[in-house]
Nanobody, 121 residues
């Protein structure tokens, strides 16, 4: 069974930085697109950033220039470097990935359990 295990959340002051990590574990053939989403209380889950296996990235307008997504394909891990954090970045951050179980099977989408990021003074 595939699991996405997130780490790196916490409490940070406005203007501070955090780095989130998410590793895919289990038995599988490969990991395709990976990304980060977030959900603030009372709001819908929204895209933060995505990255393809080849390294192409996509960002929400609200985080462009402040957040950087990257990945290590050898470790099946995706990272989110978050700089210049604002109180409105406070949310539960979820990792997402398309994982291919076998060479002849289509990718299946998986979610992590979420890691809390709180930006407050």
């Amino acid at each position: 069974q595939v699991q996405l295990v997130e780490s790196g959340g916490g409490l940070v002051q406005p203007g501070g930085s955090l780095r989130l990590s998410c590793a895919a574990s289990g038995s599988f053939f490969g990991v395709h697109a990976m990304g980060w989403y977030r959900q603030a209380p009372g709001k819908q889950r929204e895209l933060v950033a995505t990255i393809t296996r080849g390294g192409s990235t996509n960002y929400a307008d609200s985080v462009k220039g402040r957040f950087t997504i990257s990945r290590d394909n050898a470790k099946n891990t995706v990272y989110l470097q978050m700089n210049s954090l604002k109180p409105e970045d406070t949310a539960l951050y979820y990792c997402n990935a398309d994982v291919q179980a076998r060479w002849d099977s289509p990718p299946v989408n998986f979610w992590g359990q979420g890691t809390q990021v709180t930006v407050s003074s």
